[in-house]
């Protein structure tokens, strides 16, 4: 009898109609996530002249969101593995949207900052979202297409520094946080037409349920199913850790796999078997590598958006020792965090020219570096006019290698474990959120900007070289 895999099937259909609605609804949430991020480079200031908080809690109103985007991109992680994907699109729309309103109506700071942690760990879902499209997605353009996806990332950092550009000018920051969660509500009413991804269906044993996606996809594609039945090679449960399988066999064709006798330990503690996968022999390497290297994404990218807001007024106040004011009569603060949010789209496109020609590890490699670069200079004081160049040039290079390292991850992983593996990488990433305020806000502000650049550096040069020493390289190769 014949038979052929999902990715089998995803090649003969292509990309066509299906998956851009799957791109547009997963897109959507990336844009909701953000938005919800964009809004800490301005909701910290604001806080600080509405209820007069010390800059100590200006930056711990940052650092919450952060740790409860690390709680959540464990959690919701671990229940994609094991209840769905659909499941966590729904539950984490429900709570970002409904706490994301509430924090409008905040009466005080400590309530503000207790519906903000909950919010991020709402937003903690992001990588669900990427890896829910990814998998939806041929392997021959995966990388084009998780370059366009990530477009939906860049609309909402320019839509949110647009909307607190004419919200803050106009009316008041509770308008803004409203505004921010309609994304999220946008989700709610198309939920019911999201399928489930085929992947995780094969990966559970329900190849019947995975088939009818297939069929449902093959008929808005106008396109026709390979001949034969669907079956599945991977691991069938993420409850067994699994031996003798290498991390390149992951990533090998399964056609071309040999047939290997596998050793399955089992376990009855689904997480702790899942985190045993992810730190077996075979996994290790890559697990520790991809760990540190979303730690200093997230801490770079953050950062370089809390420099943007904080750099220039900094200076100012550092070196003429006057009080520093929140407001500037001429907006400087929206109009930089605009300029340097539209650096993403380059940084997009670059990242799209460089990772189907130079491979996965090559492309994260040079943009760690040159974001690395672009950020030296600013050890010294700079005119408002070369920090914003020299930032827009950091914050395209951090873009785009962020982007490839989201694409990278899911490739690296098994289904069966992938949304826990990038889950736990991107809940370690969030570390690097919560630290990043402490220097990008607490040490500017103490003017030691020298010491917090050094520390950009030191992070970004590190992450490019644990970059070189990942194992594979996924380009062109089939996700298990």
Same mark, same amino acid.
């Given at each position: 009898?014949?038979?052929?895999?999902?990715?089998?099937?995803?090649? %003969?259909?292509?990309?066509?109609?299906?998956? %851009?609605?799957?791109?547009?609804? %997963?897109?959507?949430?990336?844009?909701?996530?953000?938005?919800?991020?964009?809004?800490?480079?301005?909701?910290?200031?604001?806080?600080?002249?509405?209820?007069?908080?010390?800059?100590?809690?200006?930056?711990?109103?940052?650092?919450?969101?952060?740790?409860?985007?690390?709680?959540?991109?464990?959690?919701?992680?671990?229940?994609?593995?094991?209840?769905?994907?659909?499941?966590?699109?729904?539950?984490?729309?429900?709570?970002?949207?409904?706490?994301?309103?509430?924090?409008?109506?905040?009466?005080?700071?400590?309530?503000?900052?207790?519906?903000?942690?909950?919010?991020?760990?709402?937003?903690?879902?992001?990588?669900?979202?990427?890896?829910?499209?990814?998998?939806?997605?041929?392997?021959?353009?995966?990388?084009?297409?998780?370059?366009?996806?990530?477009?939906?990332?860049?609309?909402?950092?320019?839509?949110?520094?647009?909307?607190?550009?004419?919200?803050?000018?106009?009316?008041?920051?509770?308008?803004?946080?409203?505004? /921010?969660?309609?994304?999220?509500?946008?989700?709610?009413?198309?939920?019911?037409?999201?399928?489930?991804? =085929?992947?995780?269906?094969?990966?559970?044993?329900?190849?019947?349920?995975?088939?009818?996606?297939?069929?449902?996809?093959?008929?808005?594609? +106008?396109?026709?199913? =390979?001949?034969?039945?669907?079956?599945?090679?991977?691991?069938?449960?993420?409850?067994?850790?699994?031996?003798?399988?290498?991390?390149?066999?992951?990533? $090998? =064709? $399964?056609?071309?796999?040999?047939?290997?006798?596998?050793?399955?330990?089992?376990?009855?503690?689904?997480?702790?078997?899942?985190?045993?996968?992810?730190?077996?022999?075979?996994?290790?390497?890559?697990?520790?590598?991809?760990?540190?290297?979303?730690?200093?994404?997230?801490?770079?990218?953050?950062?370089?958006?809390?420099?943007?807001? +904080?750099? /220039?007024?900094?200076?100012?106040?550092?070196?003429?020792?006057? $009080?520093?004011?929140?407001? +500037?009569?001429?907006?400087?603060?929206?109009?930089?965090?605009?300029?340097? /949010?539209?650096?993403?789209?380059?940084?997009?496109?670059?990242?799209?020219?460089?990772?189907?020609?130079?491979?996965?590890?090559?492309?994260?490699?040079?943009?760690?570096?040159?974001?690395? %670069?672009?950020?030296? =200079?600013?050890?010294?004081?700079?005119?408002?006019?070369?920090?914003?160049?020299?930032?827009?040039?950091?914050?395209?290079?951090?873009?785009?290698?962020?982007?490839?390292?989201?694409?990278?991850?899911?490739?690296?992983?098994?289904?069966?474990?992938? /949304?826990?593996?990038?889950?736990?990488?991107?809940?370690?990433?969030?570390?690097?959120?919560?630290?990043?305020?402490?220097?990008?806000?607490?040490?500017?502000?103490?003017?030691? +900007?020298?010491?917090?650049?050094?520390?950009?550096?030191?992070?970004?040069?590190?992450?490019?070289?644990?970059?070189?020493?990942?194992?594979?390289?996924?380009?062109?190769?089939?996700?298990?």
């Amino acid at each position: 009898m014949e038979t052929y895999t999902t990715d089998n099937a995803l090649t %003969a259909m292509g990309f066509g109609k299906f998956q %851009a609605l799957v791109l547009a609804y %997963a897109g959507t949430g990336w844009v909701a996530e953000a938005m919800e991020v964009m809004l800490l480079s301005f909701l910290g200031p604001v806080m600080r002249e509405e209820w007069n908080v010390s800059p100590q809690d200006e930056s711990l109103l940052s650092s919450v969101v952060f740790a409860g985007m690390l709680i959540g991109a464990f959690t919701w992680g671990f229940i994609s593995d094991r209840y769905g994907r659909r499941t966590v699109l729904l539950l984490s729309t429900l709570l970002t949207s409904g706490l994301g309103f509430l924090s409008a109506l905040s009466p005080n700071y400590l309530c503000l900052l207790v519906l903000r942690f909950f919010v991020g760990i709402g937003v903690g879902s992001g990588h669900v979202f990427s890896s829910w499209f990814l998998e939806f997605v041929p392997a021959g353009n995966r990388g084009t297409w998780m370059v366009i996806f990530s477009f939906f990332w860049t609309i909402g950092t320019v839509l949110e520094a647009s909307l607190a550009w004419v919200v803050l000018s106009a009316l008041s920051w509770r308008w803004l946080l409203a505004l /921010s969660a309609l994304p999220c509500f946008l989700l709610l009413p198309f939920f019911r037409i999201t399928p489930e991804s =085929p992947r995780y269906l094969c990966a559970q044993n329900r190849m019947s349920d995975a088939t009818a996606v297939l069929e449902r996809m093959a008929n808005a594609n +106008q396109a026709a199913l =390979p001949l034969g039945v669907l079956t599945y090679h991977g691991e069938p449960k993420t409850d067994c850790v699994t031996h003798n399988i290498s991390e390149d066999e992951h990533l $090998i =064709p $399964i056609r071309e796999k040999k047939h290997t006798v596998v050793n399955a330990i089992c376990s009855n503690t689904g997480a702790i078997a899942t985190l045993r996968t992810l730190l077996s022999h075979n996994l290790l390497r890559s697990t520790l590598l991809l760990w540190f290297v979303y730690y200093a994404s997230s801490f770079a990218y953050y950062g370089i958006a809390l420099l943007t807001s +904080q750099l /220039s007024d900094v200076n100012r106040s550092c070196s003429s020792d006057l $009080i520093f004011e929140m407001h +500037q009569k001429d907006g400087n603060l929206y109009k930089d965090t605009f300029i340097t /949010s539209l650096a993403e789209i380059p940084g997009l496109i670059l990242s799209a020219l460089l990772v189907d020609w130079f491979g996965r590890k090559a492309t994260m490699c040079c943009l760690m570096f040159a974001c690395c %670069a672009f950020l030296g =200079p600013l050890v010294l004081h700079q005119n408002e006019l070369f920090t914003t160049t020299l930032l827009f040039g950091a914050r395209a290079c951090g873009t785009g290698g962020t982007t490839v390292l989201c694409l990278y991850a899911p490739e690296v992983y098994p289904t069966s474990v992938r /949304s826990t593996g990038v889950g736990i990488a991107t809940a370690i990433g969030k570390i690097g959120g919560v630290v990043c305020p402490l220097v990008a806000v607490g040490m500017l502000r103490s003017c030691h +900007q020298m010491a917090a650049i050094l520390v950009f550096e030191l992070v970004l040069f590190l992450a490019g070289v644990a970059c070189i020493l990942f194992p594979v390289e996924t380009k062109g190769r089939e996700m298990d």
